[in-house]
């Protein structure tokens, strides 16, 4: 078929190389450039979504793990294991039972992973690792395994293997409308395609609204904010933030501290920016763990997370994805980055 597909993040992108090696003919419609918004400003981590299992969200989870391992076994030059450290203290809204029992539940479900399972560590040897945190009321902790990988880079490197098998990328080319019948306009004309796959993340339901198409869904758009700091990261953390049970990121990037995420709503229109207090708010989380750095900002970015509206608190919001079909047009909301080659096999058996 001559499939034309709107988005050129990762989901679009892997949709795209998986269509073209089934033999359709595929076109890659980008108003910027490939990659270039929130595919590229993630936490940089393959991960099966340890949290998420507090969701009851197990099939997501399953599935995202065993892509956490194909990713790494398919790009070992931009996608590695990491092992992360979660410390357990005295005032953790978690108990050490707790974690132990949803480790112990994410490497059951991960199978024959190829990375090493969990394992509980002391709070001597957490300290042993690491001599900036805070030692103050830990009783111990726990490390586990997740993958971390350059988004951005990673994103590039499918859309050169889409690219090989003939798919066409066209970027700068904003998509006006798209209709039913497998018309897609830009600003350039317009363009007949026998399916067209709107995979515009946070944009997908503005341009089937902008296209009169209607579809009974909603998006909840987050957006997650990050710091890097020029404080080198010992080991990688999973950390609860402060009097809170939501939890927060500080991952070892390029030699510095990668700090995230945040979640605030916010609307389409708005600038997708870290703000003063989205920055205040992580830097206070930091000091708390590691109270005698003094963290240097380096870098801010944003991305806009297309989450599907599951729950009020956007914490406890679904990371699945739905998949809704108008005719010869196939919309596809929510979803994770890790994920995205098991999106594109779901899609392309709606093709």
Not at 153 to 158: D, E, I, Q, S
Request: proline letters at 5%; hydrophobic letters at 40%.
């Amino acid at each position: 078929m001559d499939i034309g597909i709107v988005g050129g993040g990762i989901n679009g992108l892997c949709t795209a190389w998986l269509l073209a090696e089934q033999g359709h003919q595929v076109t890659v419609y980008e108003r910027g450039a490939v990659m270039g918004a929130t595919s590229g400003v993630s936490s940089k981590l393959l991960h099966g979504g340890l949290r998420y299992l507090e969701n009851g969200e197990f099939r997501l989870v399953r599935e995202a793990l065993r892509e956490r391992d194909a990713w790494i076994t398919r790009a070992p030059q931009l996608a590695k294991p990491l092992r992360i450290t979660m410390p357990i203290y005295r005032t953790s809204r978690r108990s050490a039972w707790m974690v132990a029992a949803g480790l112990f539940l994410y490497d059951h479900m991960a199978g024959k992973s190829l990375l090493p399972k969990a394992k509980r560590l002391t709070a001597a040897e957490i300290c042993t690792r690491d001599t900036t945190l805070n030692p103050e009321g830990l009783l111990g902790g726990f490390e586990f395994s997740d993958g971390q990988m350059d988004d951005r880079a990673l994103g590039l490197w499918v859309a050169q293997q889409a690219g090989a098998l003939g798919v066409c990328l066209e970027e700068q080319t904003e998509v006006l409308g798209v209709q039913a019948d497998g018309t897609i306009t830009t600003v350039e004309g317009t363009s007949r395609h026998d399916r067209v796959l709107n995979i515009a993340g946070p944009w997908a339901i503005a341009l089937l609204d902008q296209s009169g198409i209607p579809i009974p869904y909603r998006l909840d758009l987050v957006r997650g904010s990050h710091l890097l700091l020029q404080q080198p990261c010992e080991q990688a953390y999973l950390l609860e933030a402060p009097k809170e049970r939501r939890i927060f990121f500080v991952l070892p990037w390029k030699g510095g501290s990668l700090l995230g995420t945040t979640e605030v709503r916010q609307l389409l229109n708005e600038p997708i920016t870290c703000t003063e207090e989205e920055e205040a708010y992580l830097l206070h989380a930091y000091r708390h763990y590691f109270p005698a750095s003094e963290p240097l900002v380096t870098e801010r970015f944003a991305g806009l997370r297309p989450l599907l509206y599951s729950a009020q608190d956007p914490n406890k919001a679904t990371r699945e994805y739905a998949i809704h079909r108008t005719e010869n047009l196939i919309t596809v909301l929510g979803g994770k980055w890790t994920t995205a080659m098991a999106l594109a096999r779901t899609v392309s058996q709606r093709i």
